[in-house]
T-cell receptor
Framework: NAGVMQNPRHLVRRRGQEARLRCSPM?????VYWYRQLPEEGLKFMVY????????ESGMPKERFSAEFPKEGPSILRIQQVVRGDSAAYFC??????????????FGDGTRLSIL | AQSVSQHNHHVILSEAASLELGCNYS??????LFWYVQYPGQHLQLLLK??????LVKGIKGFEAEFIKSKFSFNLRKPSVQWSDTAEYFC???????????FGGGTRVLVKP
């Protein structure tokens, strides 16, 4: 399967723990986007990364959330000291070129994060 | 900031009925428009997209959408639905020179056999 791969599919954490969500883009894609879907809501943009660079993090909460896309390996969305309100589905998408080049984004299956 | 509004949260219809899902956006500049579908337990899949040209766009699985610039709308249609069209449908907008997608709240469609 050459699609966008996210793991884990489901992640359960207790309040105060850290959550790490991984995303491997489609082969040949160097642009990664993270979105969050809260219960009963649409997807909301969080952050856009290229290899080793954060391009747009305007949707990221100011505290506890960080993202990286290293030269080697998957993109990581990290949530420190999780709270109940972080419970959501987190989707990763990738594209081969920047958004302005008329390329659609391809989505992964998402990680469903549950905070106890 | 741009926003996307999908008028119906839930739609229930019978097989062979026609489907139309509304989508309006608020942004005055040039936009790219998308409809994604999420089948139960699966990831979002692209149904169709509009970048430029013919405002009537045909997608996969018999879906089409019409971009009406004057109404800031991009409604999705299918003349005759099947049970397998049961899914959640998301409209999304991107500024033509931008990167991020802005999604509507989604419409859950249930097709009764």
């Amino acid at each position: 399967n050459a699609g966008v791969m996210q793991n884990p599919r489901h992640l359960v954490r207790r309040r105060g723990q850290e959550a790490r969500l991984r995303c491997s883009p489609m082969k040949g894609h160097s642009h990664v986007y993270w979105y969050r879907q809260l219960p009963e809501e649409g997807l909301k943009f969080m952050v856009y990364l290229q290899k080793e660079n954060i391009i747009d993090e305007s949707g990221m909460p100011k505290e506890r959330f960080s993202a990286e896309f290293p030269k080697e390996g998957p993109s990581i969305l990290r949530i420190q000291q999780v709270v109940r309100g972080d419970s959501a589905a987190y989707f990763c998408a990738s594209s081969p070129h920047p958004g302005g080049s008329n390329q659609p984004q391809h989505f992964g299956d998402g990680t469903r994060l549950s905070i106890l | 900031a741009q926003s996307v509004s999908q008028h119906n949260h839930h739609v229930i219809l019978s097989e062979a009925a026609s489907l139309e899902l509304g989508c309006n956006y608020s942004y005055g500049g040039t936009v790219n428009l998308f409809w994604y579908v999420q089948y139960p337990g699966q990831h979002l899949q692209l149904l169709l997209k509009y970048f430029s040209g013919d405002p009537l766009v045909k997608g996969i699985k018999g879906f089409e959408a019409e971009f009406i610039k004057s109404k800031f709308s991009f409604n999705l249609r299918k003349p005759s639905v099947q049970w397998s069209d049961t899914a959640e449908y998301f409209c999304a907008v991107r500024m033509a020179a931008g990167n991020k997608l802005t999604f509507g709240g989604g419409t859950r469609v249930l097709v009764k056999p």
